[in-house]
């Protein structure tokens, strides 16, 4: 893949895992691999690893992330409070509808 290619799948690795903090307003730990790891078949030279580990609040928010090249441990505080707050200021999973969810189970709706 190109380089462009490569940003584009990590920035949508880190929006997927971001977006999944918000529908649920849980903090989400996200957790990747870093560095190059050879491919032991031979059949190709191996595969970089982005990196980018990160922990984010219930709104998607950045609260600690990780860099693209070392490994790292990261610390991040989460405040239980917050989340609570979120839930109650925005109750995206309260106001679900799903009685129209059993479409979604059809291949095709009548």
Not at 40 to 48: D, F, V
Not at 68 to 95: G, S
Request: proline residues 3%; aromatic residues 10%.
């Amino acid at each position: 893949d190109s380089d462009a290619e490569k940003m584009r799948q990590r920035e949508s690795w880190i929006t997927i895992q971001r977006s999944h903090a918000i529908a649920n307003a849980i903090p989400v730990l996200s957790c990747n691999r870093v560095g190059f790891e050879a491919d032991s078949s031979g059949a190709m030279p191996g595969i970089r690893f982005w990196g980018s580990s990160f922990v984010c609040g219930a709104q998607g928010e950045m609260l600690a992330e990780a860099g693209t090249q070392t490994e790292e441990i990261l610390y991040a505080d989460i405040n239980h409070h917050r989340t609570k707050e979120v839930r109650d200021i925005w109750p995206f999973l309260r106001d679900r509808r799903i009685e129209y969810y059993s479409d979604l189970m059809k291949r095709y709706c009548d």
